[in-house]
Nanobody, 118 residues
């Protein structure tokens, strides 16, 4: 099973983008769906999380601007990004944290580039 992130692109500051993360097959026991981002020369940072119970958490830098809706039936998570800023420019990765009988497992998408121009 692989994750596919999509929806990135070039947008002007103040604009919006909606990222999607889909899986190539069924994934069970997903504990959390996450979005990370990595800017050039920087570490990969957690941007947003949604748990199985629907609890969400956001990095301070995106609170009030980003949301992380999901479609459980399709194992799909989105990242709705509004009021984008140039500092949001990064490669965005989706990540699923899954419980298996053999231990926890991480699934990563391949990343999608988001570029915000000033």
């Amino acid at each position: 099973v692989q994750l596919q992130a999509s929806g990135g692109g070039l947008v002007q500051a103040g604009g919006s983008l909606r990222l999607s993360c889909t899986s190539s097959g069924s994934i069970f026991n997903i504990n959390a769906m996450n979005w990370y981002r990595q800017a050039p020369g920087k570490q990969r940072d957690l941007v947003a999380t949604i748990t199985t119970s629907g609890r969400t958490n956001y990095a301070d830098s995106v609170k009030g601007r980003f949301t992380i809706p999901r479609d459980n039936a399709k194992n799909t998570v989105f990242l709705q990004m509004n009021s984008l800023k140039p500092e949001d420019t990064a490669v965005y990765y989706c990540h699923y944290y899954v419980a298996t009988p053999w231990g926890n497992r991480d699934y990563w998408g391949q990343g999608t580039q988001v570029t915000v121009s000033s």
